[in-house]
């Protein structure tokens, strides 16, 4: 089970920390990854992590700005967002993937959270 948390309203240019907690598994057996859901478009990726916290992925539109970590004795993983623009506004999913594939993509993702939503306003 993954629960996420931590999101909000909150004015462009601030920052926020989403951290999605894990139960149930052996949470450092899985890379995790943080995807986002606008209005009226796809999940999108936006940040992954591999399982020893050794090799992290950034879509295009948030490198630079956002941040994953992860602390397996905690079975956590956050997503920090700086400079946050209204563009982020989505709802955002954490998920779980096995294996040392590909975790770009959602296809390598088989655990999902319920998602929490995060609201830029200008």
């Known amino acids: 089970q993954l629960v996420e948390s931590g999101g909000g309203l909150v004015q462009a240019g601030g920052s926020l920390t989403l951290s999605c907690v894990g139960s149930g598994r052996t949470f450092s057996n899985y890379a995790m990854g943080w995807f986002r859901q606008a209005p009226g478009k796809e999940r999108d990726f936006v940040a992954a992590i591999r399982r020893s916290a050794g090799s992290t992925y950034y879509a295009d539109s948030v490198k630079g700005r956002f941040t994953i ?43 999902w959270g319920q998602g929490t939503q995060v609201t830029v306003s200008s």
């Open 69 to 111: 970590s992860r602390d397996n004795a905690k079975n956590t993983v956050d997503l920090q967002m700086n400079s946050l623009k209204r563009e982020d506004t989505a709802v955002y999913y954490c998920a779980a993937a096995p294996g040392v594939g590909n975790i770009v993509r959602e296809y390598g993702y088989i655990y």
